[in-house]
C-alpha cells in the first residue's frame, strides 16, 4: 500500500513538472554556449556565444542550463544579431559564422545565466547524451 501510493505521488510530481516546463521530454535539437553576457540598456540582458547545433529564432521558448546541466530559467528570444550583420532572424550553427548576441522578451538580469552555460530548446542532458 505504502509502495503504491509513493508511485502515485512520483507519477503526480513528475506530471506537474512537466506541465510547469520543469521536465523536458525531448532532446534538445538547438543548443548555444554563453560565453559572455552583456546588460544593455536598450536592449535588458544580452548573451553572446556560439551556436553548438540546431537553429534558434526570434520567438522561441529556450531554456537556461547552467554548466552542471541543471535547467535554472525560461526565457523567450527578443532579438538575434550578428556583427556587422546586425538584427537577423534566426542564429544557426551551420552558418559560416556561429557567434551570436540573443537578448529576451522576459526581464532578466545578469544573474539569471553564466558564462558556460548552455541555451536550449529541450533538454539539454539529453542532447548531451546523444554526442
Not at 512520483?10 to 510547469?20: D, E, K, P, Q, R
Not at 535588458?44 to 526570434?58: D, K, N, P, T
Not at 525560461?74 to 550553427?93: F, M
Request: glycine share 10%.
Amino acid at each position: 500500500m505504502k509502495k503504491a501510493l509513493l508511485i502515485s505521488i512520483v507519477l503526480i510530481m513528475n506530471g506537474i513538472l512537466a506541465s510547469c516546463g520543469g521536465g523536458q521530454k525531448e532532446a534538445a535539437t538547438a543548443v548555444f554556449i554563453i560565453e559572455d553576457i552583456f546588460n544593455i540598456s536598450d536592449k535588458g540582458v544580452v548573451v553572446a556565444g556560439e551556436m553548438l547545433a540546431g537553429v534558434i529564432r526570434v520567438g522561441d521558448k529556450i531554456s537556461f542550463y547552467n554548466k552542471e546541466g541543471k535547467r535554472l530559467t525560461n526565457c523567450t528570444v527578443k532579438a538575434i544579431e550578428q556583427p556587422p550583420r546586425g538584427s537577423i532572424q534566426e542564429a544557426s550553427a551551420d552558418a559560416q559564422r556561429k557567434h551570436f548576441a540573443i537578448s529576451f522578451v522576459e526581464n532578466k538580469t545578469k544573474s539569471h545565466f553564466a558564462t558556460g552555460g548552455f541555451l536550449a530548446n529541450g533538454d539539454y542532458l539529453k542532447w548531451k547524451e546523444k554526442r
